[in-house]
């Protein structure tokens, strides 16, 4: 029997690491056990929160380690390689994720690379593994029809890692049991400042799918709410929206997530608040055009006045996420911000500061936006946000 984990990192700068599942490493085991069923033992090496001095006492011995690679955490994941080497040589070390895609060619250290959606991948370097014909590169181009592949088994993370009650506390009288999914893949636009290499035709899950999953959640897991993690938790396309949101209403469970500020009709907005949404995230990122336009958001801000309005209006709060640091802003951006803020009424605002990942329009060419510098060493990055509300 093979023995294959998925390696979490221990993401020590993160204020809480198991707020967002990792839905990435439930799914791929998902598909190798549907695949390969008792000729693998599958599972989770979560290393989140586990200070760096006792690392080495989590981790079991296995023949494959894998690992999604970001870039912030690069560095860490190949030291956290080097010691899985160290303490059991002849294991097999696997990575893919958005740093692997993009600087593949740079890469060294691993047993195998694998490029681009992994569903196809994995089981083939699995299958290679087993009759010890293992390459070093994977490649993958094709469109994947998600719909083709089961949603993720949450069995192979403890049960406290799969709900939460901190989610929805401010919605609800009481704290709801919650958890979080993604029912679609890939965002149809192209924000400058954004690294998400999904881009291109939105895929959702078929309304059936999705119930599907939901029913799991609630019999498996007891649980009551969503975090939608879709880039668009409301369509824009209404033909996609509808069915979409209908299927989430007959689960019977209440949920949230973020969507775009313009695009979406008032009778969609009727349709989230009668299927239990409580909260809506938006991207507005900045309430200055120019700067809009310089990162290609392609958003109208009397039209997100107006988006906001609509969903207060029927009792879905509003959560704004706002960047600082963004090309193009002048000196008055700060005034400018609190002036939206204070003409839009939302409950909550997260605060972000612009941050220069790969794989970025504006990154890639960053002299053009007027950036003089940019540091290459990935780890010393930080995501700094805030909450107020």
Known sequence: MLRITFVLP?????????????????YLLTILEKVFGDKVDLSITDLRGVKEDAVKYYIDEKDVYCYTVYSPLYRDMCELRNLISNLYPKAIHIAGGPHIDLFWKEINGFDALAIGEGEIIIVQIVKDILTNELKGVYKNSQVIDINQYPYPYRKYQPFACVVDTDFFVADTERPLRATNVIFSRGCPFRCRFCANLNYGLTRYRLPELVEEEIEYLKR???????VLRDDNAI?????????????????????RGQTRANGITEDMVKLAAETGCLDIAIGIESAVPKVLEIIDKKIDLDEAKKYIKTLKKYGINVKLLLMLGLPGEPDDIVSRMLDFIDETGPRTVGLALFCPFPGSEITDNYKRYGIKYINPN??????LHGRFD
């Not at 221990?10 to 439930?26: I, R, S, V, W």
């Not at 990935?378 to 995501?383: A, G, S, V």
């Open 378 to 383: 990935l780890h010393e990055y930080r995501i």
């Open 220 to 226: 498996v897991y007891g649980v009551e709410a969503l």
């Open 10 to 26: 221990p993401d020590n700068l993160n204020y809480k690491p198991f707020k967002n599942q990792q839905l990435t490493a439930t």
């Open 235 to 255: 369509p824009v396309n209404k033909k996609i929206a509808e069915p979409f949101l209908k299927a989430i209403g007959r689960a019977k469970v209440k949920w």
